[in-house]
Antibody, heavy 121, light 107 residues
């Protein structure tokens, strides 16, 4: 049974960075891509980027270029999302999600439970 | 970047009625690369439809998707109480894999 379990809620000050983890199980980790999606309060879903769990290559949405880093640890089947230079606009629920198929452009069939990141002074 | 525009923003219906939600793309999307999700408060989004018209595993057949090019739709044939939620379309044809802004389906 495919599972994605995310780390707990975070409270950060403006200008700081946050690192959210997504531990996967129940499937062959390196065979799939992991995406990150966020939802700010009262807003819709926003796709942030994707990482190839096998080779580690990444693709980020333009608006996050320069402050978003996705990495993975194949020994623990875990993906990390690191967002820097936080502002109040980054307060959101962050989700990791796995594609339905083994290609980068794939519908998101399996989701983590979400991690609330609050940015406040 | 492909912009997806969903309409209406809010749809007010009753159980048993039929719901039709629209998703329009700013440029053509391969029909094999359009998905629909259901999102309820406190839960992760749930994949309903992929490839514009294929139901995901475990999705009831009252949910149906159609469309091609720039115009897509999600139809719920007979609304059940548990169907009232926010629905999003997403294109996974070209990065960034954008979402629409959502349609809230309310009683």
């Amino acid at each position: 049974q495919e599972q994605l379990v995310q780390s707990g809620a975070e409270v950060k000050k403006p200008g700081a960075s946050v690192k959210v983890s997504c531990k996967t199980s129940g499937y062959t980790f390196i065979s799939y891509y992991i995406h990150w999606v966020r939802q700010a309060p009262g807003r819709g879903l926003e796709w942030m980027g994707v990482i190839n769990a096998s080779g580690g290559s990444t693709k980020y949405a333009q608006r996050f270029q320069g402050r978003l880093t996705m990495t993975r640890d194949t020994s623990t089947s875990t993906v990390y999302m690191d967002l820097s230079s936080l502002t109040s606009e980054d307060t959101a629920l962050y989700y990791c999600a796995r594609g339905r198929t083994m290609v980068r452009g794939s519908p998101l069939a399996y989701w983590g439970q979400g991690t609330l990141v609050t940015v406040s002074s | 970047e492909i912009v997806l525009t969903q309409s209406p923003g809010t749809l007010s219906l009753s159980p048993g009625e039929r719901a039709t939600l629209s998703c329009r793309a700013s440029q053509s999307v391969s029909s094999t690369h359009l998905a629909w999700y259901q999102h309820k408060p406190g839960q992760a989004p749930r994949l309903l439809i992929y490839g514009a018209s294929s139901r995901a595993t475990g999705i009831p057949d009252r949910f149906g998707g159609s469309g091609s090019g720039t115009d897509f739709s999600l139809t719920i044939s007979r609304l059940e109480p548990e169907d009232f939620a926010v629905y999003y379309c997403q294109q996974y044809d070209s990065s960034p894999y954008t979402f629409g802004q959502g349609t809230k389906l309310e009683i």
